[in-house]
C-alpha cells in the first residue's frame, strides 16, 4: 500500500484500521506543519487541538481487544525517519513553555515530579506513530494496528496524555489571567530532590507567552 493508496477509494471509510490510520496521519501531517513556524501565533492551541484528537484514537486503540498481527515477528519496515530537525524545531517555538513537569506513573506512591520537553515528547509520539504507519503503507494492516496498540500502552499514549496536560496549563493559565512561574534552572538534565518542584525567578508575564504563542487573555 503506496501513499498513494493510503487513501483509496476502495477502502471502507467504516473500516477501523482506516479510521485509526486517518487520525495517525492527521496527526503527523499537523505537526510537521506547526513545526514549521509559519504560524507561531496558533502553535499551542492547534498542537492542544492536534494531541487531543490523537488521543481520541489511543482511547479506542486502548478499548480494542488485543490485536495479534498476521506474522509472528514484526517485519521490518525500514529505516527510521530522523525526527531530529522537528524536535529542535519545536524546541525553539515553544521555548517560553517547552519545559514542564510530570509525575510519570500516578501509581506508583512517593515519587517526586519529573521534568519533561514538549518538543521531546512529541518527537517521540511521532516517531511511534510512523513506524506503525510504514506497515500501515505496506499493506500490513494487522501489523500496524498491533503496533499503535502496544505502543500507546507502553510509551505513547503516556506521552501524548503529559503532552495535553502541559498545553491544556499553558492555556489556561493565560485565559484565566494566571501568570506562570518562570522555569529558570529547570530543564531534563537535572534530578529533583523533593516531591514537588519548585519553580524559581521571577514571572513569565501573560504578554510573553500570549503574544508569540496567540492565545487571548481572559478579559
Known sequence: M??????ATSQNPDDFVVQIADQVESFLVAVTEVAKGDEPDSAVPFLLLEVSQLLLAG?????HEDIVPDERYEPDPGPEPDVDELRENLARLLEPID????????????????PARISDDLADVITDLRHGMAHYRAGRTSEALWWWQFSYFSNWGTTASATLRALHSVLAHVRLNQPLEELDGLDTDQG??????????GKVMQREIAGPLGVRTAQ
Open 2 to 7: 503506496s501513499d498513494a493508496t493510503l487513501h
Open 59 to 63: 482511547g479506542r486503540l486502548g478499548a
Open 99 to 114: 519545559v514542564y513537569s510530570e509525575v510519570f506513573d500516578p501509581y506508583e506512591p512517593r515519587k517526586a515530579p519529573v
Open 192 to 201: 529533583v530532590g523533593d516531591d514537588t518542584l519548585e519553580f524559581e525567578a
